[in-house]
């Protein structure tokens, strides 16, 4: 029977810690998930159209000129997969957070759905983040590996060196850096738009002595942080927003690894209306839908176990399929700036 009185014990008050809060996460802005219905990723490429219409003599036959043509990527897919399982102890003892003896089984098989979704929101940011800041995919753990690589040409992927290297306050012209890198979108018929990077580059930026000097007679001259660089860095480049991104995901040994890692500065380009850069093609699964058509999308099978086993359990498994893809990797420049 449950206790009626109060005791010694009471809690009051439930604090929620929280490594990844996938509110956050920005990556959905430029690679948002779309279904794809198919086991395997490929799409074609229409190649871009160069060059202009040719000077005609008349009286002869207008010259024949070849068009841009297409080409197939193929790619297979990714599979991303955990269970939890509740025990019969976890299932027994459950206490409603912020109580002392309110029964909350069916609230902590929830919670804990909740708290693995998180997980799977953390590796769909990371693998949307993998392309902009290393130009491919590398997967090596829990016995799967392969590389995807994402095609970005050799020149959208400068490396700095020596006194270039931002982390240089007194040597380092991340100005000059930026203008030439966005000169990369000329011809790929998009322009830069958003640049990324965290809040340790934010600091280097910050301490940079060309770009104090710029500013000194700005609003910033007083005080430039890596926490309002990104706004002052506005005044000087206005067509380009800048975000100091400093999420990430922390590993089983406690070792915090930001999305986009230190000294990588990113930009993104920006094609016509409604043409994507790239997305996340969710593969279809079996848990989804029915056997006979699998659908795409976030999965997430609760297996409830707790009154038909010697030893109880309930188990949580959520997931999806799929890779990103890129349509456009030259609409991508990723810097290596310290």
């Given amino acids: ?21 996938p509110t956050l996460f920005i990556g959905r802005t430029f690679c948002p998930v779309r279904d794809y219905w198919s086991k395997d990723i490929e799409f074609d490429v229409l190649e871009a159209t160069t060059g ?23 790619m297979g897919t990714g599979y991303w997969k955990e269970t939890y399982r509740i025990n019969e102890s976890e299932l027994l003892f459950a206490r409603q957070a912020g109580t ?7 609230d902590q098989v929830l919670q804990r759905a909740k708290e693995m979704d998180d997980r799977l929101e953390t590796r769909l940011e990371w693998l949307r983040w993998q392309p902009l800041v290393a130009g491919s995919l590398v997967v090596d753990e829990n016995g ?17 060196e020596g006194t270039a290297l931002w982390s240089a306050p007194t040597t380092a012209d991340p100005l000059t850096n930026i203008m030439s890198w966005m000169q990369l979108f000329r011809g790929t018929g998009a322009r830069g738009v958003e640049a990324y990077f965290n809040m340790t580059t934010a600091g280097y930026l910050a301490k940079n002595r060309k770009i104090i000097h710029l500013l000194k007679n ?50 993104r380009g920006q094609g016509p209306a409604n043409e994507l850069m790239m997305d ?30 010697k030893n109880p359990f309930v188990d949580i498994t959520v997931g999806i399929y799929g890779l990103p893809r890129v349509f456009h990797p030259n609409w991508i420049v990723s810097a290596k700036v310290a």
Avoid: C, W
């Avoid at 799967?144 to 700095?160: A, H, I, R």
């Fill in 280 to 309: 996340f093609a969710s593969t279809i699964s079996l848990h989804n839908g029915t056997l006979e058509k699998p659908q795409p999308g976030k999965f997430a099978v609760i297996e409830d176990k707790s009154g038909e086993n």
């Fill in 100 to 106: 002392y003896n309110q029964r909350a089984g069916r």
């Fill in 218 to 267: 700005t609003q910033y001259a007083k005080l430039l942080s890596a926490d309002n660089i990104a706004e002052a860095l506005k005044l000087i480049f206005p067509k380009l927003n800048f975000h100091a991104y400093d999420e990430g995901y922390v590993d089983k040994e406690l070792n915090f690894h930001p999305f986009i890692p230190d000294g990588r500065f990113v930009i």
């Fill in 1 to 21: 029977m449950s206790l009626i009185f109060p005791t010694t014990q009471e809690v009051s008050h439930v604090v929620r810690n929280r490594v990844a809060d």
């Fill in 144 to 160: 799967v590996k392969y590389t995807v690589d994402y095609s970005l040409p050799e020149g959208n992927m400068p490396e700095l």
């Fill in 52 to 74: 202009m219409t040719l000077a005609h003599k008349i009286g002869t036959d207008p010259k024949v000129v070849t068009l841009a043509g297409q080409s197939r990527k193929r």
